[in-house]
């Protein structure tokens, strides 16, 4: 079974920084695309951020210029580099991939547990 662990979330004042990390843990798999997302109370769970195998990244126009998405492929990790927070980006967020596994004929989807970011004003 394949299995994200993410790290880095926490509580940060309006205007710090914070650092996700995810890491991609398993056997005979390779990643395709991986992305974070992000739900607040009351809200949908709403795409964040996109990385595609190739290094191609897509942002949500509410982030753009702020995060930073990110990937090390050697170590099967991916980042979201947040800067310049507010709190509106107050969240649970969530790492995805797309992961290619051996012998299988389709690629499946997987989700981390969520890391909690809370920006205070």
């Known amino acids: 079974q394949v299995q994200l662990v993410e790290s880095g979330g926490g509580l940060v004042q309006a205007g710090g920084s914070l650092r996700l990390s995810c890491v991609v843990s398993?056997?005979?798999?390779?990643?395709?695309?991986m992305a974070w997302y992000r739900q607040a109370p009351g809200k949908q769970r709403e795409l964040v951020a996109t990385?595609?195998?190739?290094?191609?990244?897509n942002y949500v126009d509410s982030v753009k210029g702020r995060f930073t998405i990110s990937r090390d492929n050697a170590k099967k990790t991916v980042y979201l580099q947040m800067n310049s927070l507010k709190p509106e980006d107050t969240a649970v967020y969530y790492c995805?991939?797309?992961?290619?596994?051996?012998?299988?004929?389709?690629?499946?989807?997987?989700w981390g547990q969520g890391t909690q970011v809370t920006v205070s004003s």
């Open positions: 995805n991939a797309d992961v290619w596994r051996t012998g299988f004929q389709s690629s499946y989807n997987y």
């Open positions: 398993g056997s005979r798999f390779s990643i395709a695309s």
């Open positions: 990385i595609t195998s190739g290094g191609s990244t």
